[in-house]
């Protein structure tokens, strides 16, 4: 319920469907270990495109599901977001988490920064939640010349979180990189040094070797593996259920799950997995591929990657963007790859292409490019200190002066004042919106938060519709029904759509409610929308700077008239989740800004003009 839909469906699958099969799994699978469904790329995902509160969707599932324990992903010293946040932050999302009906918390850090474990680990001890610590993994402990991420890499890490007080060991393979053979290496490995540790393993079946490696995994000792149902598994998301169900049949690892239950919930989500179609990862990826032991991209970045490359115009370019994220790994230094360090490969391989860079043409014009945001903040150290230290002297010549940081990112953040920021998230929504959850929301993501919540006071709760309504809207005639709480059903029917009020750029909808006729005034923001074309940079002219990809502009940081420098920063664009600081590659005077704060631009588009002086 989470992992399945973000690695195969760009974490779309809304509330509305994960209710219809919560109790179908609350009566036919109490033995299940855990049932994942909160955390990573769905708490934002949630408020940004569903219009939903995560929250709520966990309190739902929960009273659905009374008897399975709930596990969640929490990012470390990040929670559940891309930035470091003060102590008490992570300390009150565990226990809002537990609240609201979290048992298990699998915690990690993107680059295996144990100052970074630390803090998710004691924050989920002080909840009262169970411990499940993550060793990242990536590499190959199966080949010897693969010697940065060996086996005594991986034990040496096992045996801090061991100190540290987990409570279970999760070997997290966010890309599948796992093989038989390095599953029987790295488990037994762990099993002989620490003989009553639980160990639980999770893994992705983009090269197809899943099931193979949870059979090693049992063999060499393991206790729990991660599945998704038959239907919603496979790929870039968890090897299948019934198929390890079945594989484990008469044998001394026999699950004892129903298969014919598995067939059954499977064939629900088959059905409700065609509702999801333009969000499938199957645009380009029609079955498993073994090229991800040498990408490396993570099963829950892969569809994500795929929309951000179409966004940026680059959508027939993925199998150069795959290319270059392996490029771009290898300029980082070869780090651990999973959000958000994997964001920042991906954002810098996507930069790579859009800009035409191999990797020794990067290296020699790096004094020029203005890199993405991620990857600045990454070489500075604001997400913690990679295996084996950053590489030099791509570091120093990408930060060009900037501050670099080698403790803990959040240790020396003052802690957060909770109170001050519902009062004035009050007083700006008004008491009766913000909740003591939309508060911890704000705080993870400030701007989606505040979006949501214009959402829902404009349109009311939306996650009632249907999901095909949700989508694309009802047909003229067709009768829908909307539950908007228990017992209380609307019967509508859209009868008509009026031309387009040239004025007002509205349409007028004719419609029924429980058989009464309404009608109303509703915006048409697609036909009222500035269709104007944004002048195109000339590039034989120096002195005029283009947008390096589309995207919105965030903050323009110059004006007009401004006596600039080279490599000073003229804006922020932003596509995706995935920024840019433009900077001038020339020093100047502005003569002209194109663009303002929150404009949509393409790539290319003129956005500053120089007086080069």
């Known amino acids: 319920m989470r992992d399945a839909h973000q690695s195969l469906l760009a974490t779309r699958v809304r509330t509305y469907d994960l209710r219809k099969s919560s109790p179908f799994v609350a009566k036919h699978f109490p033995q299940f270990y855990s049932l994942e469904n ?33 596990q969640m992903l929490l990012r470390g010293a990040n929670a559940v977001g891309y930035s470091n946040y003060s102590d008490n932050v992570i300390e009150k999302f565990c226990q809002l988490s537990v609240d609201y009906g979290i048992d298990i918390f699998r915690v990690f850090d993107s680059l295996n920064y144990l100052p970074n474990l630390k803090v998710g680990m004691e924050a989920v001890g002080k909840a009262n939640g169970v411990i ?5 993994y990536t590499g190959d402990v199966s080949d010897p010349n693969r010697k940065k991420y060996d086996l005594n890499y991986y034990t040496k890490l096992v045996d801090e979180l061991v100190k ?17 053979r390095a599953t029987t290496l790295l488990v037994d490995s762990i099993r002989q040094k620490h003989p009553d540790l639980p160990i639980h393993i999770h893994t992705h079946d983009t090269a ?46 026999d699950t004892g799950v129903d298969l014919l239950k598995v067939n059954e919930y499977s064939a629900f989500w088959e059905q409700t997995r065609l509702l999801y179609a333009p969000f499938e990862c199957t645009a380009t990826m029609k079955s498993g591929n073994a090229d991800v032991y040498v990408n490396e991209i993570p099963g829950g970045q892969y569809t994500n990657l795929q929309f951000q490359a179409f966004s940026l115009g680059l959508g027939t370019q993925f199998e150069d963007v795959k290319r270059a994220y392996t490029e771009a790994n290898k300029l980082l230094g070869d780090i651990v790859k999973v959000t958000p360090s994997s964001k920042i490969v991906g954002d ?7 800009n035409k860079l191999s990797s020794k043409e990067l290296v020699e014009r790096v004094d020029d490019l203005s890199f ?11 997400i913690g200190q990679p295996p084996g230290g950053f590489p030099e002297p791509l570091r120093t010549k990408i930060l060009k002066g900037k501050e670099k940081y080698d403790e803990r990112p959040g240790s020396s953040l003052e802690p957060l004042d909770f109170k001050k920021i519902e009062n004035e998230l009050k007083k700006k929504f008004g008491e009766e919106e913000i909740q003591e959850c939309d508060v911890m929301s704000y705080v993870m993501f400030p701007k989606v938060l505040e979006e949501y919540i214009e959402f829902r006071k404009s349109y009311g709760p939306v996650d009632c519709y249907e999901t095909r309504i949700f989508f694309v809207g009802p047909k003229l005639g067709e009768p829908i029904e909307i539950e908007i709480e228990h017992g209380k059903t609307l019967h509508i029917v859209v009868l008509a759509i009026s031309d387009l009020l040239r004025q007002s750029g509205e349409r007028e909808v004719f419609f029924q409610v429980n058989g009464q006729l309404r009608s109303m005034k509703v915006k048409d923001t697609a036909a009222s929308k500035d269709h104007k074309v944004h002048p195109k940079v000339d590039k034989n002219k120096k002195e005029q700077i283009g947008a390096p990809m589309p995207g919105q502009v965030l903050d323009v940081k110059v004006k007009e008239g401004d006596q600039i420098e080279k490599g000073q920063t003229l804006l922020v664009l932003s596509a995706m989740k995935m920024e840019t600081v433009v900077k001038s590659t020339l020093s100047g005077k502005i003569k002209k800004v194109h663009v303002t704060s929150g404009q949509q631009v393409q790539g290319d588009d003129l956005i500053i003009e120089l007086e080069l002086t």
């Open 38 to 70: 909160w955390g990573g790329a769905t708490f934002d995902v949630c408020m940004r495109f569903l219009h939903e509160c995560p929250w709520n969707r966990l309190a739902e599932l929960r009273e659905l599901i009374p008897n399975i324990p709930f």
């Open 132 to 136: 499940e610590a993550a060793i990242c």
């Open 164 to 180: 540290m007080g987990t409570h279970v060991l999760a070997i997290k393979d966010m890309a599948g990189l796992l093989k038989p």
């Open 208 to 253: 197809g070797t899943g099931v193979a490696n949870y059979l090693a995994a049992f063999e060499a000792g393991a206790d729990v593996v991660d599945v998704a149902v038959d239907s919603m598994s496979g790929m870039t998301s968890q090897p299948t259920m019934g198929g390890l169900v079945a594989a484990l049949q008469n044998t001394k690892h």
């Open 348 to 354: 810098l391989a996507q930069f790579m292409v859009q």
């Open 372 to 382: 993405p945001s991620s990857v600045i903040e990454y070489m500075q150290g604001l």
